[in-house]
């Protein structure tokens, strides 16, 4: 008798991993618009990059963060391994919380930026884009009473975004959710169930109105059908890359491997940043005592730095991607370059966030804009304005509770 | 006794906008408008409990960006979402989708005709070159081509070079094209009567053409011109419905020292010497102003609220030979649930897009010929959205507000005067219609406005309703929009000026004419111009 045959995929180990929430993810990814995260199959977009920016500032939508690294750092030392880590005071985070953070090198080079979450006296949460664990394990050195545990697979998230989240979430049961202030922490029943395995943070990438849901893979689908059930009067429509990269931009949030190049991944000598240089000084506290890099960023700040990182606002409608920035329109000076550039079609303005040498910001920047058109190369030199502000920044992301959409 | 530097009569879009660039530049101004809101066309109104209409307007494609961008009017909070796939009805049930992916689009047309796929291709491309030429135009102001002045010899040169870089025989095709029928140019790329009939409904939107009569082509090309964020041809929403437009103006023009009245209908405009001093208002106050700007159509404005006396000969009989004909109705539907439609997908993308209820080229023409008879279509060309299903503010959550709007609906009846009795008959003859396609469409209305351009020139002084204030044929287009010689925004009387949609460049949500005219006023005031160039994306 014949056994029947085993298929087995002998590329397995090579083949991309699938989020908790992939099932439900593929059906609506249309556009097979798939690349990669982390070892994750990830959507660049499902069907439209711009409708799914469009569903973050006008309604709601779902961002796959599973493949973002997770760890929980737990134990009596947990918190001065921390505060040692980053840059920021971590002593001074309330449980429930979370802050934002980033942490470099001895020579005070930017590594990478993430987010804590104190979800107990001697229990965090860190969250970050790149594989940190070596790091981590680095940075516990002469702390004993604490574990690392790498909980990148085994805490599904979603980021929820957009206007009418906090609608969506009410109407999913979610008791009190409109109480919940920016950067705080609540946890929630499923589904009519007895605990409450959802944790809600208000949170995001977007700098909308928006929470990030935390839960055990396998109540992944349960989430996304309780969350997509609610949501279906409201708009909600999942979104990719694209779309994110779009919001982020109109917030002024810095992006690894566009904004910065990770210290631990930089060959040419100061091609990484620092805080300083990031227009994150805000999250250095030197009042806090030894860090990781304080003494290097003290001697920073003192020294002064070369570049500061700032948001352009930019004549004319040509998004000045891989732009190069002059002090004149002859392009005689050259004074620095764009990191990520766009049409934002919210605010209707030509956007980017740019590194330009700290001592030409007072001056005129003018940027060289490449563009083609039908196949043939042109160029165009377009003035540029410093923006203090964000280019969006809704009330709605602030306030508490929000107001209705 | 005050004085204001301007006074803008009309309190729509490109009244607000040309008020705002005269407030922006330092004058001292003052909107007047007859109704108790503001926003003309361009308005959202609480017609029914939680239901906000964007009464008349209902989608976006022409307004300027430039314009959007240089008065911030996301700060004053306006967001424009564009919106995608529209389903097109024939008479026998057949549906097509248009997809905003090419290759999905490609595919949807090649089961219809394997030749109108291809052609669509060189349908775009001639259609954009031909958008883009007229594009660069809307936000200048047309050269008189009899004058020898070294601005106009300017502005003819540069429109002559326009022209003359499209090639010789796209220069013919051109000429042609604004001549021509929507069907005839159409058949020069198609087979497939559902693909023209689709293709061929924006020739005859807001006008009292058929898709059969000359100067539809043109027609066509105003209605995909427009762009959102640069995708040339894509519709948009107002975020909380057409009036976020006007309010987002409006909020400019306070924030650079601006009044509006409301409530405030002008009479007569005031003119002494030969000069516009001011207007009187329905109440019989007298408002003085140095310069007096209609945002009125142009037949309103010289035959209605002047003198006759007042004019120079031949201005009045222009103005009452305008050509201003109403054709079309709105219907303005709530609803408690997302209508199904037959034949169509249970598509989360599709289903909320737009409906055009085509038809066929006969059947469009058929409509046409009610007109023509006075009596509104028996069996109209309707084409819907349902901006709800993108808009989270303007119906409560799960319903829905379903905007239609409808072609052919006289000014005039043949069988004597609209009635509210005739008027709900039309508001029927949609709603059959719709519920043929969509059956049990009729239970999920939970109130309709029916608007007639009786309802329409009422409520917002368009004359017979039409939406464009003038038809926008080659007669009434560019320097000859509203009248040869009166082009450039100002009137024959001294002091007073117009800026609506009679003026170049004509119809649609777009603030150009009510900039172009700010533009020309500043510079008679030897002022700084406030007003931006026009950016493009395909410069």
């Keep these: ?405 | 006794m005050k004085k204001y530097d301007a006074i803008i009569i009309g309190a729509g879009h490109n009244g607000l906008t040309n008020a705002a660039y005269l407030a922006k530049s330092g004058l001292d101004v003052l909107v007047v408008e007859k109704n108790d809101y503001i926003g003309g066309a361009a308005v959202t109104r609480e017609m029914h409990d939680g239901w906000f209409y964007s009464s008349c307007s209902y989608v976006c494609s022409m307004m300027r960006q430039t314009i959007h961008r240089d008065l911030n009017l996301t700060k004053h909070g306006l967001v424009l979402v564009p919106y995608l796939g529209t389903v097109v009805f024939a008479d026998n049930g057949d549906t097509m989708t248009s997809y905003n992916s090419e290759e999905a689009e490609y595919n949807q047309l090649r089961r219809r005709s394997p030749h109108d796929a291809d052609a669509m291709f060189r349908f775009q491309t001639d259609l954009a070159r031909y958008a883009q030429l007229i594009r660069k135009t809307l936000l200048r102001t047309p050269p008189d081509p009899t004058s020898f002045k070294p601005r106009d010899i300017r502005e003819l040169l540069w429109l002559a070079k326009e022209f003359w870089s499209l090639g010789e025989r796209e220069l013919y095709e051109y000429i042609r094209f604004f001549t021509m029928s929507a069907a005839d140019f159409l058949d020069d790329y198609f087979e497939d009567d559902l693909i023209k009939a689709a293709m061929a409904s924006p020739g005859v939107i807001g006008t009292a053409l058929g898709v059969y009569s000359p100067g539809s082509a043109y027609i066509l090309l105003h209605h995909v011109m427009g762009d959102v964020d640069g995708n040339i041809g894509a519709w948009g929403l107002a975020r909380g419905g057409m009036g976020a437009i006007s309010n987002a103006i409006a909020g400019a023009l306070q924030e650079h020292g601006g009044t509006i009245r409301t409530g405030a209908g002008v009479d007569k405009i005031l003119v002494k010497n030969g000069r516009a001093t001011g207007v009187v208002l329905d109440n019989g106050d007298e408002l003085y102003a140095n310069i007096v700007v209609s945002n009125m159509d142009a037949k309103r404005t010289f035959t209605q609220c002047m003198d006759k006396n007042d004019l120079p000969p031949g201005i009045y009989e222009k103005a009452k030979n305008f050509k201003i004909r109403g054709s079309s109705g709105k219907v303005n539907i709530a609803l408690s649930g997302l209508p199904k439609f037959n034949n169509v997908a249970d598509n989360r993308y599709i289903n909320r897009g737009g409906q055009g209820f085509v038809g066929s080229m006969e059947t469009m023409e058929r409509a046409y010929d009610c007109w023509k008879h006075g009596r509104w279509s028996e069996d109209p060309f309707i084409e819907s959205v349902i901006p709800s299903a993108w808009d989270p503010t303007v119906a409560p959550p799960g319903q829905h507000w379903m905007s239609n709007f409808v072609q052919y609906c006289p000014p005039k009846l043949a069988d004597g005067p609209w009635t509210p009795e005739k008027r709900d008959a039309f508001g029927k003859t949609v709603i059959d219609k719709i519920e043929r396609y969509s059956p049990g469409f009729k239970d999920l209305i939970v109130h309709a406005e029916v608007r007639t351009p009786h309802e329409i020139e009422a409520e917002i002084g368009l004359t017979e309703g039409n939406i464009f204030q003038g038809e926008l044929t080659i007669d009434q287009l560019l320097f000859n929009r509203p009248f040869p010689g009166y082009a450039q925004y100002r009137m024959p009387i001294k002091n007073m000026y117009m800026c609506g949609s009679s003026t170049h460049p004509g119809g649609g949500v777009s603030s150009a004419c009510g900039a172009n005219a700010a533009r020309e006023i500043l510079m008679d005031l030897k002022r700084p111009n406030t007003v931006p160039e026009d950016d493009f994306y395909d410069e």
Excluded at chain 1, 53 to 67: M, Q
Excluded at chain 1, 116 to 124: G, Q, S
Excluded at chain 1, 275 to 287: A, I, M, Q, R
Excluded at chain 1, 321 to 328: Q, R
Aim: charged share 25%; hydrophobic share 40%.
């Design chain 1, 1 to 405: 008798m014949n056994k029947p045959m085993q298929v087995v995929d002998p590329y397995a180990g090579e083949r991309l991993k699938l989020s908790p929430f992939h099932e439900r993810q593929a059906a609506l990814n249309l556009r097979d618009a798939w690349s990669s995260w982390n070892g994750y199959k990830f959507a660049d977009y499902y069907y439209d990059e711009e409708y799914e920016y469009f569903c973050v500032r006008n309604s709601c939508a779902t961002y796959d963060i599973c493949p973002m690294q997770k760890y929980i750092i737990s134990g009596p030392d947990a918190e001065a391994m921390l505060d040692r880590m980053v840059t920021r005071d971590v002593s001074k985070l309330k449980q429930d919380r979370v802050t934002y953070v980033c942490w470099c090198t001895d020579e005070g080079r930017l590594i990478d930026d993430g987010t804590i979450f104190k979800l107990a006296e001697d229990r965090f949460l860190l969250t970050c884009g790149s594989p940190s664990l070596a790091w981590l394990r680095k940075s516990a050195f002469g702390y004993d009473a604490l574990t690392i545990e790498d909980v990148s697979d085994t805490l599904a998230a979603l980021s929820f975004q957009g206007p009418t989240t906090c609608e969506v979430l009410k109407k999913m049961g979610l008791d009190g959710i409109e109480n919940l202030k920016p950067f705080s922490i609540a946890h929630f029943p499923l589904a009519g169930s007895n605990d409450s395995p959802l944790m809600v943070s208000r949170t995001g990438f977007t700098g909308d109105l928006g929470y990030e849901l935390w839960i055990a893979p396998e109540l992944a689908l349960t989430l996304w059908d309780a969350l997509y059930a609610a949501g279906e009067d409201y708009g909600i429509q999942p979104y990719g890359e694209a779309a994110t990269n779009m919001a982020r931009l109109e917030a002024g949030f810095i992006m690894p491997g566009m904004e910065f190049n990770e210290a631990l991944k930089t060959i040419h000598f100061e091609y990484d940043q620092t805080p300083f240089e990031l227009s994150l000084d805000w999250l250095v506290d030197f009042k806090k005592p030894h860090f990781n890099g304080r003494e290097a960023l003290l001697k920073a700040q003192r020294k002064g730095f070369n570049y500061t990182l700032v948001k352009l606002d930019i004549d004319g409608n040509k998004p000045a991607e891989e732009s190069l920035l002059y002090a004149d329109r002859n392009c005689e000076k050259e004074i620095g370059y764009v990191t990520s550039a766009m049409w934002s079609p919210v605010v209707k303005a030509n956007i980017a966030l740019a590194m330009v040498h700290s001592k030409a910001l007072k001056g005129d920047i003018w940027a060289e804009i490449y563009y083609s058109k039908e196949l043939r190369h042109h160029s165009k030199i377009a003035r540029c304005v410093v923006k203090k502000a964000p280019f969006w920044s809704p009330a709605r992301a602030r306030v508490t509770p929000p107001a209705a959409f």
